[in-house]
């Protein structure tokens, strides 16, 4: 059984930092390309960040670029999402997905979500 684990969301200051982790299980993580999406109340669900199987090739929403890292390691079936310089529109429910060898900003083309992490930005 598949199970992805987000953990490390909470509350912040506007300017602040959280380091998110989504923890894997039930899969070879190396297989799969990986990504964070979130959800703003009364909001579509958004891509923030994906990673490729090996972590050589990241890619980032134009909102959160220079701001957020994603990485990964695949050793620990682990994957991270550093977000600096957070800001109230931030506020969002994070969700990690898992999609079977090539990453995507995609959310219906991912195969497997953790149950999400809640982060909020104070200003």
């Known amino acids: 059984q598949v199970q992805l684990v987000e953990s490390g969301g909470g509350l912040v200051q506007a300017g602040g930092s959280l380091r998110l982790s989504c923890a894997a299980s039930?899969?070879?993580?190396?297989?799969?390309?990986m990504g964070w999406f979130r959800q703003a109340p009364g909001k579509e669900r958004e891509f923030v960040a994906g990673?490729?199987?090996?972590?050589?090739?990241?890619y980032y929403a134009d909102s959160v670029k220079g701001r957020f890292t994603i990485s990964r390691d695949n050793a620990k079936n682990t994957v991270f999402l550093q977000m600096n310089s957070l800001k109230p529109e931030d506020t969002a429910a994070y969700y990690c997905?898992?999609?079977?060898?090539?990453?995507?900003?995609?959310?219906?083309?991912?195969?497997?979500w953790g149950q999400g992490t809640q982060v909020t930005v104070s200003s």
């Open positions: 997905a898992a999609k079977w060898s090539l990453g995507s900003s995609r959310s219906y083309e991912y195969d497997y």
């Open positions: 039930g899969l070879t993580l190396s297989n799969y390309a």
């Open positions: 990673i490729s199987t090996s972590g050589g090739r990241s």
